[in-house]
Structures are given as structure tokens and as C-alpha cells.
């Protein structure tokens, strides 16, 4: 198996919400996301363009179960949708289990760029492309959305990874195809809240257009993504 490999600079790692609130021991933790972890950190020695979105929500966040007097996982109509109501989680104000901070073992660098969604409280925020009402998207600091940074930076295909496969990781897939970005999921880098969400996200995220593959799949074809 090949180590040796660096993805070209039009392509990038797009890590999704691998952060402690998801991860065992979290207030919305997704079963194994842990063990996404070292798959992470292996991928992105071979990346020199690297993103992560941060599930970054203030207090009283309309995807909050508590906001609402809720039963967590129950549904709410609001403005734009059905809302699943959520246990508090990524929360901007704390640092156990209920806040936003990412998973202390992951590698960052300098360069890597991170965006922040769900920070609005009255719009939840799935992907990192678009938040859940479909045509608000999350910005960076310089006020660019996430399409806009990749195509500032040269970026036309995306290598995924994230918690969860069935609904944030997924969701920027599928937006990401939206975006006419050419998209790689890698799937033992992603885990997911339940078996049947995650094989239909997977589906969806092949009928798009988009590849679905391990990370072993990919050490071994890095001509997938390199010149």
C-alpha cells in the first residue's frame, strides 16, 4: 500500500464535526465516532489543503430539545421544516460534553481553515454548504460561504470524512454535488446515527454522482485524486 502520495492542490479534506459532543461520552454522541479519529489524521498527511466545519451553536438553539419544552429526537415544525429536536450539544458556551470543542487527538495545521455553522439560533445547520432552511449558508470570517472559499483556493473535488454519515458528513456530500464539486466519501471515516440512515445517505450520495469508498480503497487508487 502506497503512503507516499499528496492529493493535487485542486483537491481537499473536508473534515465534518469531528468533535467531542459526537464522539462517545458526548451529549449526541454517534456510536464509535471515536474511532474515525486515527482515519483522519492518516488521511490528511497526504492533503495540503485541509477543512473542517464546527458545529458551533449559541444557547436556546432552535435544535435545541430544551429550547422547546421537547422530547429529544421528536420532530417540530418550524419555519423551514420538520426540526428533529436534539439533545444539547456544540454548545459555543460550554466545554464538557455538551460543547463544540473538537476531538482533542485530531492533527491541525496552520493552513487548515475552519468554518463554523448553526451559529444563527433560529436556523439548525446541517451541512457546511447550505444551513437547513436550503439557501443560508454558513460564512467564514472573510465572508465567504464554503463554495466560495473552495473555488477562491482552487479547489474543485472534496475528499469527506465526519459525524454523521446520515446527517452533517451526508448532507455537505450532497451539497457539496450541488456545487458541481466532485465528491469522495470515505466511509470508515465517517460513522453514523443509525444503520438504516446511514446505507440511504450513501445511496443518495452515489445516485448524486459521488464516490463512496474506504480509506483502504483510497491508499491504494491515489490516482483518484492526484495527478
Known amino acids: 500500500m502506497s503512503t507516499t ?5 485542486n483537491v481537499a479534506l473536508l473534515n465534518v464535526d469531528p468533535q467531542d459532543t459526537f ?3 458526548g451529549a449526541l454522541a454517534v456510536t ?15 492533503f495540503n489543503k485541509v ?29 423551514y421544516g420538520d426540526q428533529v429536536m436534539w439533545p444539547e450539544h ?22 487548515d481553515k475552519i468554518i463554523q455553522k448553526g451559529t444563527n439560533k433560529d436556523i439548525d445547520s446541517y451541512s457546511a454548504f447550505l444551513e437547513n432552511d436550503k439557501k443560508t449558508p454558513p460564512r467564514f470570517d472573510n465572508g465567504n460561504s464554503l463554495a466560495a472559499e473552495l473555488r477562491a483556493d482552487g479547489v474543485d473535488t472534496l475528499v469527506i470524512t465526519g459525524l454523521a454519515l446520515d446527517y452533517c458528513a451526508g448532507d455537505t456530500a450532497l451539497d457539496a454535488l450541488s456545487e458541481k464539486f466532485n465528491v469522495i466519501v470515505v466511509e470508515d471515516a465517517t460513522r453514523s446515527i443509525t444503520p438504516e440512515g446511514r446505507l440511504a445517505k450513501i445511496a443518495q450520495i452515489v445516485d ?19 495527478a
Request: contains cysteine; proline residues 5%; hydrophobic residues 35%.
Open 90 to 111: 456544540a454548545k459555543q458556551s460550554a466545554s464538557d460534553g455538551t460543547g463544540a470543542q473538537f476531538h482533542k487527538d485530531l492533527v491541525f495545521k496552520a493552513s
Open 23 to 25: 464522539c462517545p461520552g
Open 208 to 226: 448524486a454522482g459521488g464516490i463512496v469508498l474506504t480509506s483502504a480503497a483510497l491508499q491504494k487508487n491515489p490516482q483518484l485524486i492526484c
Open 5 to 9: 502520495w499528496t492529493a493535487t492542490d
Open 32 to 46: 464509535d465516532g471515536d474511532q474515525i479519529i486515527p482515519v483522519l489524521n492518516s488521511l490528511r498527511e497526504h
Open 51 to 79: 477543512y473542517w466545519s464546527q458545529d458551533f451553536h449559541p444557547d436556546n438553539h432552535i435544535s435545541f430539545a430544551s429550547t422547546h419544552g421537547a422530547e429529544p429526537f421528536s420532530l417540530k415544525k418550524v419555519a
